[in-house]
């Protein structure tokens, strides 16, 4: 493999990992994911941005063979699947120095064993000359960790943001030309780890205001020639303005909870409240956590077993607990056989949530239809909610 150029003396040597379909032993990727490092070479030294998952080093390997030197290796981000061939590159090339924000180098010391004389940490904002090509570092925190840099090529307005921006898709293309055509994609990977920091992150767009960008060089997933487009859907997704919608997590074992969530989803949808419901036997969770960053209201509908809600929504429960969205209103549905506390252990699972709890409902047995209007007020209830709330 050769590098592939992007702009004169700025080449991607990343890897496209197609086959991949879980990160994290968590996350699904249903269209696998990229590694993208990239190679600047100005007239006096050379940086290597990033690298990529040791797994497929021998990728990376194959792009840098015709490559005489590497001064620096640019970490913006100290997880493996960005760094862990950082003790690669330092062996091959024993002048290289590794630099990074200040968080990260304990990190990669604690995560690759490094040399801690071969790592040298920069400031926000500090500069770096390589003749003709200015490396300038941006120190763009929690999207997901803490140490996160995002680095800019001032002369070619190329940011190389790391996860920032980035999403879990394997193409043959460098650049998406429609912007749209990798919404989803981004939106997920957004969703799936940086949507508890949306506060944090909408500090860090902040910080790119006054940029010449004219590039965004992720390193997951395509670039952005149109970085107006990505930025634009940021702002979107860390606004505190919920969507008119409504996320309904559920299982069923005998049909109770079946019957009850199609009853509540038609009438919701009747009311203009956009549903969506996830059978937690079948769904993806990737999917649930697109939509639980526009969402205003969750409903968790399970049986109950064991004296509790049933273990299938848990997952669900506790994604929601952890990724914090804006969603401000729950309820439960439930049906028993002879008791439990199903509604009182899922309030207590979701601590993180700032929601106001809806009128639950709790079934013994078949629903009859008391319970079915009771479902319908639960209906008009969310709707009204939204409603008070402007939400379209
Ligand atoms: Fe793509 Fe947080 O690593």
């Known amino acids: 493999m050769i590098p592939r150029q992007i702009a004169p003396g700025v080449s991607w040597t990343g890897a496209v990992d197609w086959d991949r379909r879980l990160f994290d032993a968590l996350i699904p990727l249903p269209e696998g994911t990229s590694y993208n490092a990239y190679l600047v070479q100005g007239k006096d030294k050379t940086a290597l941005i990033d690298t990529v998952e040791p797994t497929k080093r021998h990728l990376l390997e194959s792009q840098l063979e015709a490559v005489p030197r590497v001064d620096y290796v640019i970490a913006n981000h100290a997880e493996q699947d960005h760094s862990g061939s950082i003790p690669w590159v330092l062996e091959k090339y024993p002048e290289a120095k590794v630099l990074c924000s200040a968080l ?23 500069t770096l000359s390589l003749g003709g090509k200015t490396l300038r570092f941006i120190t763009t925190p929690w999207v997901h960790w803490p140490e996160t840099m995002s680095t800019f090529l001032e002369e070619d307005g190329i940011l190389f943001s790391c996860d ?61 020639r149109q970085p107006q487009f990505i930025i634009d859907a940021y702002r979107d997704w860390v606004g505190e303005t919920p969507r008119n919608s409504a996320i309904i997590v559920w299982t069923s074992m005998h049909g109770s909870t079946e019957v009850m969530v199609e009853h509540l989803t038609a009438a919701l949808a009747e009311r203009g409240v956009a549903v969506h419901p996830f059978n937690m036997a079948v769904s993806d969770i990737g999917r649930l956590a697109i939509e639980l960053v526009d969402a205003a209201t969750l409903i968790v509908a ?61 079934v013994k047995g078949y629903p009859r239809e008391k319970d079915f209007q009771a479902l319908t007020a639960m209906a008009e209830a969310v709707a009204g909610k939204h409603g008070d709330l402007g939400l379209k």
Not at 104 to 122: A, I, T, W
Not at 307 to 325: M, S
């Open 104 to 126: 990260c180098q304990p990190m990669l010391d604690e995560l690759l064993c490094l040399d801690p004389g071969r790592v040298r940490p920069v400031a926000d904002g500090e």
């Open 302 to 362: 399970c049986p109950t077993v064991h004296a509790g809600p049933h273990p299938a929504v848990l997952e669900a429960v506790h994604l929601a607990n952890a990724l914090r969205p804006k969603v401000r209103f729950a309820s439960v549905v439930t049906s028993y056989g002879w008791g439990g506390k199903t509604v009182d252990i899922i309030k207590s699972l979701i601590p993180n949530l700032k929601v106001e709890f809806l009128e639950p409902l709790v």
């Open 164 to 224: 920032f921006f980035g999403s879990h898709l394997a193409t043959s293309r460098l650049f998406i030309e429609e912007g749209h055509s990798v919404h989803d994609q981004a939106k997920r990977y957004f969703a799936e780890i940086m949507l508890p920091f949306r506060r944090t992150i909408e500090k860090n767009l902040d910080k790119l205001r006054g940029l010449d960008l004219r590039v965004i060089a992720p390193s997951h997933g395509p670039l952005y």
